[in-house]
């Protein structure tokens, strides 16, 4: 189905969400449509920031909003779908459109198998009528259905729309790219090279995918690795767990911009504990880029410095602060992070991109697991 005539039968004029491969059509038309257009289109930090916002917009407007998301961000909606959205609270309407990972009856990575397999079940659990769309669904069923969805959203209730494989397309074009030179695979190898034999915890998609292939490539072991597949966001949380837990080990973390935004809090609360073991790397892109490009607020557009993610690591405490744009400046800062003392942080600034023929891993979430513990207990 057509994106466009798909949304025509919405009616809506507002989204806001955190993009996903499966929803690329309508990542990419709102991009090419409304950019981060604040009145029409916001990307946000997590899935339950979108649902906030969104209820924001509701109650300054009346009108409905469009809260888009990958299923495995339903688990962070959790709590303002329960507490805030729902009809025994506040009795906030708003139209979800969730990209289905892990669809059943189709191969998926290990991290979307489970969530996979949960997603309608969640969306039963918190009372959400919802359809499904594929690649054969027509927009006359649409039409019909937003009949009956119509009045769930005068009586306040939310809705859903799960996408499958192919369920939306768009034919426009849109290339996101930015300044940078580096490459995030030329900064994970980097982060190898000066790591030597410490533990990397690194952050959920192409980063892990391109260290696990780095390591193939160079014949090393994996098991200094610890490829945080899912649960974006929290790779430099486990690196904390495990630097407080392991003094006498060095401990990296390898972030994305798009995963550090997701769960903020976290870099306060790293600084606020300073474990002197940790090194906390972000590949600064300004992108979301393992699911298509789409910008995090970190971009840096035409008429604004973004944030910077260095001065975020200095007020929370980060004790040696590092900002690379080049080979050298990086090489730099891995080697004052290697020698460091105090908990580091680089802000390493990537084109956005990768490798066309990227592969995944190869072993086992469970085999990375027990691999990596044996290793830290050497
Ligand atoms: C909770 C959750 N929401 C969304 C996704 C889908 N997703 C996977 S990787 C990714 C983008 C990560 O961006 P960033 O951390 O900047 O890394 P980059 O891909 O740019 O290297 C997203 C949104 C997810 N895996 N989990």
Redesign the pocket.
């Known amino acids: 189905m057509k994106i466009e005539e798909f949304l025509e039968k919405l009616n809506v004029d507002f989204f806001t969400g ?4 499966r929803l690329k059509a309508l990542c990419n038309y709102l991009m090419c449509k409304y950019k981060v257009d604040p009145k029409h289109h916001i990307i946000a930090a ?2 339950g920031n979108a649902v906030a916002i969104a209820a924001g917009y509701h109650l300054a407007t009346g009108k409905i909003p469009v809260v888009y ?2 299923n ?2 339903e ?2 909606t959790l709590n303002p779908l329960a507490s805030l959205t729902n009809p025994e609270v506040y009795n906030i309407p708003m139209i979800l459109i969730i990209g289905w990972r892990g669809q059943p009856g189709l191969k998926d990575e290990p ?1 979307h198998v489970y969530q996979g397999k949960i997603t309608t079940e969640f969306l039963e659990m918190m009372g959400i009528a919802y359809a499904e769309i594929d690649e054969g669904t027509q927009i006359k069923e649409i039409e019909k259905l937003m009949k009956k969805f119509n009045e769930n959203l005068k009586n306040g209730k939310n809705v859903a729309f799960v996408v499958k494989e192919k369920g939306l397309e768009f034919n426009g074009k849109i290339k996101y790219k930015n300044s940078y030179k580096l490459s ?1 695979e030329k900064i994970v190898e980097l982060v190898t090279q000066y790591s030597e034999n410490d533990m990397i915890i690194s ?5 892990s995918r391109e260290l696990f292939e780095i390591r193939e490539k160079n014949h090393e072991n994996h098991n200094t690795d610890f490829l945080t597949v ?4 929290h790779a430099s949380s486990i690196a904390l767990g495990i630097a407080i837990n392991k003094p006498n080990k060095k401990i990296w973390c390898i ?8 769960h903020l809090g976290a870099m306060a609360v790293i600084g606020k504990y300073k474990p002197k073991n940790m090194i906390h790397v972000v ?9 298509g ?1 789409m910008p ?1 607020v ?1 971009c840096n557009d035409e008429s604004k410095k973004s944030i910077s993610l260095a001065d975020i690591a200095l007020d929370c405490g980060y004790e040696k602060v590092f900002v690379a744009k080049t080979e050298k400046e990086l090489e730099f800062a891995l080697h004052e992070a290697k020698n460091a003392t105090k908990l580091t942080f680089v802000e390493a600034y ?1 084109a ?1 991109g ?1 490798r066309k023929d990227l592969g995944r891993p190869t072993t086992t979430p469970i085999e990375n697991k027990e691999a990596f513990m044996k290793k830290l207990q050497q």
């Open positions: 955190v993009p996903d491969s997590n899935e998301m990958q495995s961000g688990g962070n991290q995030r952050t959920t998609g192409k980063a899912g649960s974006m966001g972030d994305g911009d798009g995963a550090a935004l997701m590949v600064n892109n300004g992108a979301h880029e393992t699911v490009g995090t970190f990537s956005i990768a």
